[in-house]
């Protein structure tokens, strides 16, 4: 099979609505970085594959990839997406295709684009997903059955076509659209789409692959739980380690599928129930119920806990709590008898300010998110998607009905 | 053996001291409504039972008793017991028995009024109790041995004999007795007791049983733990679903007796000490215990919840919380770590405040009474004796120290 | 082997630092109170035992340590060690060994005084330790390697050694060092110590005996805890009662070293982690986890309960807690959900305020300590290091930061 010349990969933008979480391409799903596992799913389909990083971020990301790909710096006196792609101007000629890094599709669908390719030697091909409700991204303008071009984040009420464009663009050559993009100005954030609507103009063979598949990525904390949800549903069989690298109590009920690291230690009366993934030196100590959760390493998922549908990353500490659809960061330590609440009275979807505008999370049932090294004392209360920063200490008793700050 | 000509229950009375709970007669024990369970103990003792409901609750009697009684509506205009009975005026002739909807005794007693009445020709028998305690009823008068009259409610210091005259009196004519009544004339609420001391004044034959058996009653929302102890305490063997429509995991621990209706499931490391009922399709979640208990249908005890001694509606949903001795309503809902105390730490009788007035409940050992569909947040902390209104929200890490109105 | 003519056992001393737990000689470890067992190893050791104990305690003594041993009782004009020994003036001569009664040491040393007595002919022996880091005792001076006198509570940074003597002095006449605390006089409360230095001013024959054995004592509650952890970790087999005197469920999980004494019961899915005592009649209830704890007679371990490296006295009574580090009086109460916090968030030492001083307990992990038949409500949270007194009522859901005097 044919492959595409070039993939570029765009991890320049920061983590802020990700907060309290840190760097989102460093989250751990079944024991690997995000980043280097969406890399691993596109060599086969790419001769070259680059990722775009920031100042900030590109020596991480360097570690991440390894040798396996360029990465390429952002210029930091461009932002945003356009700024990424135009970080790669003298670098990459020929055909590229251009996706997102917090974006995770069934990238299967790049056979499509190749097929495409061949067929009809477009000049630009876009992945496309028919939308049941508002999402805040790209609309497809059609006239006549034909695709126009796209308006970014129209009105709620204004949406010109129920068809939505992805990050997946594929351009026949790379340097006729970074020619477009230098040309193109616009005052809001939408320069790269506005870039493709200038190439749109010049009546470009267009074509596009409806995408029917899963889309998952990571913009605000909570979407680490579906993004965990799809790595864990992709567990089918138990995987354990060797048994001598195990300790489980005679009493100690898994039912799978779970993976389970060496070092891990499972106490007496505990119960996993899969799809779970246990890190390496975790300990689920008797009576801990854990249920379709991602956990670390080193973790102590203490005596009667209960850990529901959430993602823990390292050396996180529990002890007699109710962990329930909650991101909690690494060295998070939960004293006995705190408790997530996981869903509003109100019934309601839960809210959640993010840089100070409030944003529907569009889940009925999301507990909180704890960034590292925060202790919360014995028989705190946390409010349904309280936010709550690194370092903190939320003292014994304590009610959290908002979102706190990070100390330090 | 004789059968008695008319039995008349008396249902029309409000359930205004039976808040936060509602109709106490839709009460539900071992899967049925308490009053068609009534009527089906007094089946083999009379020809024809009547009952008189309210305007407002009329209806509702009759859809639980279906055509096995025929239902009289109490005139709004004359209440009480008295207004009951006027209510039958023109429709019951000959021989009755007068009971109370909400009383449940052994019904046995009555082949002792129909011995007694085949014996003696007796114009009025009526039920009569020792009395180690005081108790607010009508107190017997004694002259020379015999019956005189009944004085309703005595002061404490002033009670006349230790026997008292239960709700359930036999007239060898109805008639007579209703036309006693209309006479009567009292400003007080003994407008009933009143009029059998007129009847008394004509000398007729009196003759009363002494009952010795277990009575119970709806009036206050605690009752029904009490009533509930009887029921249970006549489960006397395992009583469980076919074993297909049970999910009963293989590590959870039932120390029968127990009742057991279809659909229900029993988790992992759970335990159920009878005797208990557990209505259809309801799940005992892992870790849970359940001691003593009466659940509905629909019902999540979730994991790690205690249950001991205590009375659940239907859809009533816990999770990981201690419910002792309480009384909770049709859809409650208990958030992760809420509590019930069901003690007070001076050792005294729980009191409770009914309609502006102080009851001592008598009980060392009460929890909560909560109303339909109220939500009770996490690691709420609810005093002993506590009465919750319906539709009622309880904030996350709240502690609830006295009575909350309904709301809506 | 010789016997050392007499033992002075020093028991005059008020508890008054031990608060909120009472009179620390009947602290039981074993089943058994700490003075009488302390006497039981000297036995081997002495020809006569003498007690001096206060006018307060000493029938109590009497009573604990029966016909064993003379009780004599201090005279109250003189307090302190001082006071202690000067009221045995015309009661004991010859030899003598000094000891305090809350001072747990491995009693073999006395072997090694019993030699040096035999070879050296010294009139005084101490008992030395070096010491790693300060303690506010007796440090000696040196001159050209030879003991010159001693220094009681020396300023942290003037510590005149690395030698610390231990309150276990020999005197071969008990007489000639009464005669020099007598002409001793001191304003501060190191009399006892001055009069051996008085005593060395003459140049006796000066012995020392290093030890290198564990050291104990009972001088503030939280000693009530290592203290046990020695009695624990002498426990090496199981010593279970007769298995017709002890009701375990077949579920239950006993990982020993444990002592269990007649009448215990353990619940369905309980577990015991020794090393454990359990007295006579304690119930370890279902689901009750029981870890390296010291747990008296007729205590209910509650369902659900944690009980983590915590000593309770008799009668205790838990339900659904988390008691870790911590030290529980005869009668405490615990209701659902109330939960002891046992570090601090700081990761420092938990201080303590004892007679209005800030004590550093030296302890990372330590929990409450509350005194006779206090009840702590639902749901209420303890701060580390709390001291509660007797008789105290803890509101549900109330948070303890600090100290509760007694009440009553």
């Not at 000049?123 to 805040?136: G, N, S």
């Not at 026949?172 to 506005?194: R, V």
């Not at 709590?321 to 609440?341: C, H, I, K, Q, R």
């Not at 209360?381 to 330090?408: A, H």
Request: proline share 4%.
């Amino acid at each position: 099979m044919k492959k595409i010349k070039n993939i570029i990969v765009l991890a320049g933008g920061d983590s802020g609505r990700f907060w309290p979480l840190e760097n989102k391409f460093l989250t751990q799903f079944l024991g690997r970085p995000f980043l280097p596992q969406m890399i691993d799913s596109l060599i086969p389909y790419s001769e070259h594959i680059f990722i775009v990083g920031s100042k900030a971020n590109n020596r991480m990301i360097k570690e991440l990839v390894k040798n396996k790909v360029e990465v390429i710096v952002q210029d930091p006196k461009v932002d945003g997406m356009a700024g990424a792609v135009l970080s790669c101007k003298d670098k990459i000629k020929g055909e590229a295709v251009i996706l997102n890094a917090s974006d995770l599709f069934e990238f299967s669908f790049l056979t499509d684009f190749i097929k495409k390719i061949e067929e009809t030697k477009a000049d630009y091909i876009f992945l496309a997903k028919k939308t049941a409700h508002y999402f805040p991204g790209a609309y497809v303008i059609f006239s006549n059955n034909k695709v126009q071009r796209f308006v970014e984040k129209p009105p709620v009420d204004q949406t010109p076509s129920d068809i939505l464009k992805l990050v997946a663009d594929y351009f026949s050559s790379f340097q006729t659209f970074i020619s477009h993009l230098e040309k193109t100005k616009t005052i809001n954030d939408d320069h790269y789409e506005q870039g493709i609507n200038t190439l749109l103009l010049n009546k470009p063979v267009i074509e596009y692959v409806l995408y029917k598949g899963p889309w998952y990525m990571l913009k605000y904390p909570w979407h680490v739980l579906s993004m965990m949800k799809h790595f864990l549903d992709g567990i089918k069989v138990n995987k354990l380690a060797d048994s001598k690298d195990l300790t489980i109590a005679e009493t100690a009920i898994i039912q799978g599928p779970v993976i389970m690291e060496r070092g891990v230690k499972v106490g007496h009366f505990a119960k996993i129930t899969g799809p779970c993934y246990i890190g390496e030196k975790t300990t689920i100590a008797d009576y801990a119920l854990v249920r379709e959760s991602h956990i670390g390493k080193n973790c102590l998922i203490g005596s009667s806990c209960e850990v529901a549908r959430s993602y823990l990353a390292d050396n996180v500490s529990l002890h007699r709590n109710y962990v329930g659809d909650s991101v909690l960061e690494d060295g998070v330590l939960f004293g006995s008898g705190a408790v997530t609440a996981n869903f509003r009275f109100d019934e309601n979807e839960v809210q959640s300010i993010v840089k100070e505008k409030k944003v529907n999370t569009n889940m009925k049932k999301l507990g909180v998110m704890v960034g590292k090294n925060t202790k919360i004392g014995i028989n705190a209360t946390l409010y349904p998607g309280t936010k709550i920063g690194s370092n903190c200490l939320i003292f014994p008793g304590e009610v959290v009905r908002k979102d706190v700050p990070d100390k330090q």
